[in-house]
């Protein structure tokens, strides 16, 4: 049976980048995307696979990091621009009028995280998406499966994300001061979740939203993207939820790669 989105799920992705070329070539090596370019939208970069969209690129126009960019679903932008703004946080991008494809726009929220926000019109978001829940990944080859937030603001987060993007059922897996986390639903699909990275984050480095991109491979992934000019950041391991690392392309915008244990 089809997933029907609710408000505040991660529903699109896109790459802002220096260079959209590379982008490409990278990210089609790697994950087996195509792309596709769109004059009439600022040559904006629609990546698919199997034909499917998966996710979306911009060229820099160096007003900000290079980065993947969350977009979270929601029914009135301008609404939800106005919340955002009432909960603490701030625009960057005003609520923008794609055509009849749909608006967006981009905040930072209470902690000063970036993040986005999609109100469908004809594009709904994501045509294909991995499922990541319980350990076990799912049609995730080469599809985004997983969105996670980590910040320094935990509780706080969680209060923001709630009241501006409507996450009805949030669910706390862990609440021990080693691990709090929470994810977005409190049923499959899951979708991503909230991470408490107070002890985690380097000082000076601000909190992130991560974008975790299925692999068949993790490992041979990873020494895909060494061998593809990228980075690593964090070896892959088995962890209760899969084989994870923490990886960057050639330009150094971080991403992850999920997979099932080996």
């Known amino acids: ?15 802002y980048t220096t260079d959209p070329e590379a982008a490409i070539a990278f990210y089609g090596e790697l994950l087996g995307w195509t792309a596709e370019i769109a004059p009439e939208h600022g040559n904006y970069i629609t990546f698919r696979k199997d ?5 979306g690129g911009v060229a820099s126009d160096g007003s900000g990091p290079s980065q993947w960019t969350v977009y979270l679903a ?4 301008e609404a939800t621009a106005q919340a955002v703004t009432a909960a603490g946080g701030m625009t960057a991008v005003p609520v923008t009028e794609v055509g009849d494809l749909g608006k967006f726009a981009v905040f930072g929220d209470n902690g000063g995280v970036g993040i986005g ?4 019109g004809t594009m709904t978001g994501f045509e294909s998406r991995g499922i990541a829940g319980g350990g076990h990944w799912e049609d995730h080859v080469g599809a985004p ?12 987060a969680l209060k923001f994300y709630t009241e501006v993007f409507g996450w009805q059922d949030p669910f706390t897996i862990s609440d021990i001061p080693e691990f709090r986390y929470t994810t977005i639903h409190s049923t499959t699909p899951m979708l991503g979740g909230v991470m408490d990275s107070t002890n985690f984050l380097p000082p000076g ?6 974008v975790y991109f299925g692999a068949e491979d993790v490992d041979a992934s990873v020494r895909r993207v060494v061998e593809l000019g ?10 209760p939820y899969g084989r994870l690392a923490a990886v960057a392309d050639p330009t150094g915008v971080p991403f992850s790669l999920g997979g099932n244990k080996s």
Do not use: C, N, Q
């Open 1 to 15: 049976m089809p997933y029907e989105t609710r408000p505040g799920d991660p529903v699109w992705t896109d790459i």
């Open 51 to 55: 034909g499917k969209a998966v996710a």
């Open 74 to 77: 929601s029914p009135d932008a």
């Open 117 to 120: 926000v999609w109100e469908s």
């Open 145 to 156: 499966s997983w969105f996670e937030l980590h910040t320094r603001g935990y509780d706080d």
């Open 205 to 210: 480095v601000p909190g992130y939203w991560r």
């Open 230 to 239: 990228g980075s690593v950041i964090s070896p892959p391991e088995d962890t």
